[in-house]
T-cell receptor, first 109, second 114 residues
């Protein structure tokens, strides 16, 4: 079966760093996405990893280990506007994109 | 500013009624996805099209749901008859070259079936 696990909720403080983990078991692997979704809005693209390693994009970085079926999204210098759900999604070999249930991130002042 | 549009944004209907949701993908995008999002299940892929051909609709209840793409600028998702358990937000997303590209989501249709 297809399974993507991420923590349901996390809390962090403004200005701090937070790491959101995602583990997956899917039928094959073509790539892994991270999306941000604010309450009541549509998901927006953050990153896409195909190869192992860390991809940095401003305050956000995404890491992938294909052998471990593991990824994380790292958010630095947290701002209040980063309060949102973060969705991990895997593109499998059947050309389907499977989403995790998302991690709700709360930022405290 | 290219974006995916969806209509209607909100729909309240009674059980048994037909519901039609429409999506206009970004011009030039050849892959269109339909998703459903609920608190319990999260985001689920219902169906998707590439170059207007249906590639997969295994996530969709076939007896009541149907998805079509009559032309490159319009995708539709119909529910007939609707049931209360269909209440959810339905997102359409489009993608450029097909496979592993960024998906751009529309604003969603919030459906409530009473």
């Amino acid at each position: 079966g297809q399974n993507i696990d991420q923590p349901t909720e996390m809390t962090a403080t403004e200005g701090a760093i937070v790491q959101i983990n995602c583990t997956y078991q899917t039928s094959g692997f073509n790539g892994l996405f991270w999306y941000q979704q604010h309450a009541g809005e549509a998901p927006t693209f953050l990153s896409y990893n195909v190869l192992d390693g860390l991809e940095e994009k401003g305050r956000f970085s995404s890491f992938l280990s294909r052998s471990k079926g593991y990824s994380y999204l790292l958010l630095k210098e947290l701002q209040m506007k980063d309060s949102a759900s973060y969705l991990c999604a895997v593109w499998n070999r059947d050309d389907k994109i499977i989403f995790g249930k998302g991690t709700r991130l709360h930022i405290l002042p | 500013d290219a974006r995916v549009t969806q209509t209607p944004r909100h729909k309240v209907t009674e059980m048994g009624q037909e519901v039609t949701m429409r999506c206009q993908p970004i011009l030039g995008h050849n892959t269109v996805f339909w998703y459903r999002q609920t608190m319990m299940q999260g985001l689920e892929l219902l169906a998707y099209f590439r170059n207007r051909a249906p590639l997969d609709d295994s996530g969709m209840p076939k007896d009541r749901f149907s998805a079509e793409m009559p032309d490159a600028t319009l995708a539709t998702l119909k529910i007939q008859p609707s049931e209360p358990r269909d209440s959810a937000v339905y997102f359409c997303a489009s993608e450029g070259k097909g496979g592993g590209e960024t998906q751009y989501f529309g604003p969603g249709t919030r459906l409530l079936v009473l």
